[in-house]
């Protein structure tokens, strides 16, 4: 039987987890989702850049539409394979550091989930495309070094999820915003 997820703020979206995909330590925590689909719904998000796919790829992309750009084939491949119709989804192989040109427009949300080990083009290009981002595992060494590098000189820690496994996840908002040609 698949689990179903509602918010109080909109009664007509249901969000059906995806049978055979549990959440664990490799994947967003349920406190992570919980955090995830609230700002979702309580911000009116149309549109994510998603950098790592998979089950939050999968929750996400039944809320609103999601773009996700994948460089590990296992995950790219798992992802398709549990993607339904209930999806607003669009998935990109990448090779982790070159961002294609075509989805150079402005997000409302920004997901960093990956690419392992380094995150880097995924800071660099994330922070110029929304005024928010979102960062998963954002305790670890290395993404607390690249969110001070990257997002701490224009954006402020507005949130933070102490999500399941020890694991910290990241909202940061653009003190400007910004303005990006075409959005």
Partial sequence: MSTTYRHRDRPDLTVTHPEGYPFDNW???????SAIFNYLVENDVKRVL???????????????????????????????????KANQMEIHEWDGVHF???????????????????????????????DHVLVHD????????????????NFNLTHVVESDYGRVTNLWTRSHKIWVPGA
């Fill in 138 to 153: 954002g305790f670890r060494p290395a993404e607390m070094a690249l969110q001070i590098r990257y997002l701490s000189p």
């Fill in 50 to 84: 998603e950098f790592g796919s998979g089950l939050s790829s999968l929750l996400i992309s039944q809320v609103c539409h999601l773009v996700t750009l994948e460089d590990n084939q296992e995950y790219f491949q798992k992802t398709l394979k549990f993607a339904s």
């Fill in 27 to 33: 994947t967003i925590s349920v406190l992570d989702w």
């Fill in 100 to 130: 294609p040109d075509h989805l150079r427009v402005k997000y409302d949300l920004v997901f960093i989930d990956g690419p392992e080990p380094d995150r880097k083009a995924s800071f660099i290009t994330g922070q110029s495309l929304s």
